[in-house]
Every structure is written in C-alpha cells, then in structure tokens.
C-alpha cells in the first residue's frame, strides 16, 4: 500500500520545498521507491517534463521544484508530479497550466468559478498514477495549511491531505519569528481532520544552541500533543527556488567568498520585474570563485565583469521596464561577455513583432535592445520539450563542443536578420561577445559552464582558480539536513 506524507506550512517559504527534497533523498538512499508530488503550485519557474496519462503531448511544464523533488528522489519528473500551475503574468492574472498543457490566462475568481472541477479531477487524477507505481509520495503543500477562508477550494494541502489519506508533516520557519505561536495556531484553525493527521514538526532557519529551544518545544507538546521532529540549522542546500521573494534584496549576490576577490569574477542579473526561470543562475552560483550579482534596473552593470539576461513571463513589458529605468543602455554599452536567455535571448534582439503591451491591448513592433541581429514574432503557439543539441561554440561560448541539453518553455519564434553563429543550436545566436539561446538548462551542463567561466575569466583578465568539482550537490546537502536533524523513523515508520 503506498505511503503519503504531506509537508506542510505554517506559512508560505518555510522550507518547505527543501523539507520535501530532502526526505524524497533520503528514502531513496535506503532504496525506496517514491516520487515528489504538488497538486497546485504557483510559480514562473518551471521545467519541461515527459507528459503522463492520457495526452496529445509528449512534454510538458511542471514547477521546478517538483522537478527537483523528482531527482532527488531518483523518479523521472512527469507532469503528475505537479498536475496544476499557476505562472503569474501581472494585473491579477496567472496562465493555468493543468497536466502540462496551458490552457488560458484567468483571473483567481474566474480561476475558482470556472476551473475548479476540472483542475481538481486532474489532480487527483494525477495522485491516483503516482500511487499505482510508486510505494511513497511525499506531497508539498502550498502557503499556509490553514487558511480560513481558502479550506473549501485548497488544493495543495486540504485537499490532497483527504484524497491521499496522508500524513503531514508541518514545517515552521524560525528566523522570521513567531514560529511557535504559528505553530500552535496552525493547528488551531487546521480543518480538525487534517490537523489530526500532523504527525510531527519541523522547524527551519535555526541559528544558535538548538537547546534554548526546549522549552518551548517541551510546551508545543503539551499544548497540542504533536511533536517536534526536528530542528534544522539555518544553511541553504542551494536547490533551485520557486519564486523571485528568494532572490538576494536590492543587488545581492550568491556565490561563497571562499576565493580571494583577485580571483574572483562576477555575473550581473538584471532583476527584471517578471523573471522567470532564474534558476537557470544557480550551477554558475555554484563554480568555485564565481558570483551571481541580481542588479536591480536602477543599478549599473561598470563593476560585473559578464552579464546572463535571465528568463521573462513578459519579454515586452521588461523590455519597456528597461527601457524606463534607462537599464537599456546599461546592456547595450556592456562589453564583456553576455548571454540572453529564452526572454532575455528575445529583448537583446534588434526587434520584437505583433508585442502584446499589458494593460493596453495594443500589438506592435518594439525595438528590441539591438546586441543580436535577430528578430523575434510572437505567436499563440507555445513550445515546451526538452532538447540536445549540437554546440558549435562561439561568441563567449567559444571553444564549447559537442551535445547540450535543456528545455525549451517559450512563445515566439525568432530569425536572424544577418549571417550569425549559432553557438547551441540552430535556435542560438552569438555575436562577438553576445549570444542568445532559448535553452534553458544552460549551465547546468559542465561543459557549458566551463566555457563560460573561461570566458568570464580571459575578459577580465583574472587567472581562474584551480578547477575541481563545483560546491556540494543540493540533492545531497537537503537530505543532510533532514537525516542529521529530523527524526525520520516517526514520519514514516519501515519507510
């Protein structure tokens, strides 16, 4: 019979999603067969996955951090593993996608109205195959698990608790204060039913002497009978995230400081308002002597020595955000190495044609930033699939060969208006120390990393530090933090 456990929240970006991987690690490692699941998740970062039931599709999109939940756990990512999207797009409106396949933009009341059967269904739907073939799922629930007014319509955590007859598992995040209040609440205004499956606590973001905590902890269990679990250390594994609130304030940077600064080379990020996608930045975060600096549109880009244009729900309308702020001219006078990519690949372009500018209605051409002679035409069709293909090399890719691999989620097709190289791809494009790719994945392959880290470091004329293996693999470092801080025999005992 399978298992579910439900990690819930007290609130939303507890931990939750780094909880959730790291158990789905740790089974694995003892040779269990289990699979990540989230029945509605709201996120624009997102990856192409192998389609599953019953389909006209062979891909299609789930959140990335179900795609990770999938690899740590060793399972192939399948649209079950998160059969509802949601991706933002601004004024009130989010693109429903359901089993991978986008179905429309809607507002949350029409979302609610018109959508909640179906997407409902397709949820338990998609549960019902990942119990048949699988002998645990660890489900992650959304937000808060007890919200008042959402019990009668929440998918990800009251409804998933009673379909799959789960455990749960709530996580509290410490460092924002109030965890155990939240806590005791939580289970206070919990539906009674699934209160009465939380079968433990965990609380995240410690810092300090894990024993100040036992007071409290002791009175947490004596208020309400349920256990904490765990306490885990403040220390991020370094898994993707699933929304922009993660990113670094104002012109954070992720990277360690472990190289001495003489050594050390930095990436700018735009911060666009509507990035998606942004894990595409985490292996390069990772590359020894390496940092990613997320520059807000206000800042300038004279002390980063290359620049990666992430991502974007709405190329146009970052564009013009750009373009407002006087970003535009920040890239178009950059001079080190740069790459655009999927949105940031459309916007370095000479132009964008049949534009939809939110909140206007209007279709139209707008000038692109002009790095790339290319011109991209939007379409209604969207492409989601997952893609190798043959790298060339070129541009500040030079030296790159052989196969890459990533994911292609994206609206428009864009041509080259003069004779380009094509770096990775006949849908790439590179010119002096300019390229554009709709791969997303990018720097997720090694190769490709080292050619760009190479190329980061001849630019800015700095000798790279010795080459060895990039810093710990997230997968490995959440189920350390489970393993070495959670009491995982009570949440699923002979798992």
Not at 70 to 94: F, H, I, W, Y
Not at 97 to 126: I, K, L, N, P, T
Not at 207 to 218: H, T, Y
Not at 353 to 372: P, S
Request: proline share 6%; net charge negative.
């Amino acid at each position: 019979m399978t298992r579910t456990l439900l990690v819930a929240g007290t609130a939303s970006h507890v931990g939750k999603s780094t909880v959730a991987a790291g158990i789905c690690r740790v089974l694995s490692d003892r040779g269990v067969d289990v699979a990540p699941f989230k029945a509605q998740n709201m996120s624009n970062n997102a990856r192409a996955v192998l389609a599953a039931g019953d389909v006209d599709v062979d891909w299609g999109e789930i959140g990335v951090s179900q795609y990770v939940q999938a690899r740590a756990a060793r399972a192939t990512p399948t649209t079950d593993c998160n059969p509802v999207l949601l991706k933002p797009r601004g004024d009130g409106e989010s693109q429903l996608v359901v089993q991978g396949e986008a179905v429309g933009h809607f507002e949350a009341g029409e979302y609610y109205r018109d959508h909640w059967d179906r997407v409902r269904d397709a949820a338990e739907e998609s549960y019902r195959r990942l119990a048949t073939s699988h002998d645990v799922v660890v489900a992650e629930g959304a937000g808060s698990v007890a919200e008042p007014n959402l019990r009668h319509r929440d998918l990800a955590n009251v409804e998933t608790a009673r379909v799959a007859d789960a455990d749960v598992l709530l996580v509290a995040d410490i460092e924002r204060g109030g965890a155990f209040a939240s806590i005791v609440g939580t289970l206070e205004l919990a539906p009674e039913d699934v209160a009465d499956r939380v079968v433990g606590v965990v609380i995240t973001k410690f810092r300090g002497d894990r024993s100040i905590l036992d007071p409290a902890i002791e009175e947490v269990h004596d208020r309400t009978g349920v256990p904490v679990l765990g306490v885990l250390p403040h220390d991020d594994p370094g898994l993707p995230a699933e929304d922009s609130v993660s990113l670094p304030d104002g012109e954070g940077v992720r990277g360690d400081d472990d190289v001495p600064p003489d050594r050390t080379v930095t990436v700018g990020v735009p911060r666009l308002p509507r990035v998606s996608n942004f894990t595409d930045l985490e292996p390069l975060a990772r590359v020894p002597g390496v940092r990613v600096a997320y520059r807000p549109l206000s800042a300038s880009l004279a002390d980063v020595d290359a620049v990666v244009v992430p991502g974007t729900k709405n190329t146009v309308d970052d564009l013009l955000a750009l373009r407002e702020a006087g970003f535009d001219a920040e890239l178009a006078a950059f001079d080190g190495p740069m790459i655009g990519v999927c949105g940031g690949y459309q916007l370095l372009g000479d132009r964008i044609a049949n534009a939809h500018v939110e909140g206007t209605g209007d279709r139209r051409t707008v000038a692109g930033i002009g790095r790339l002679p290319v011109a991209t035409t939007f379409t209604t069709d969207k492409r989601v699939e997952a893609v190798t293909v043959d790298a060339s090399g070129a541009g500040p890719l030079a030296g790159l060969d052989g196969e890459v691999s990533g994911y292609e989620i994206h609206m428009g097709d864009t041509r080259a208006l003069r004779a380009v190289d094509r770096p990775v791809g006949p849908q790439s494009a590179a010119v002096g120390s300019v390229a554009g790719t709709y791969l997303h994945g990018l720097f997720e392959n090694r190769t490709v990393r080292e050619a760009f880290v190479d190329a980061v470091y001849e630019s800015a004329d700095k000798a790279r530090p010795e080459r060895g293996r990039d810093r710990r693999t997230p997968y490995d470092a959440a189920a350390a933090l489970v393993r070495d801080h959670v009491d995982t025999s009570a949440l699923l005992p002979g798992a």
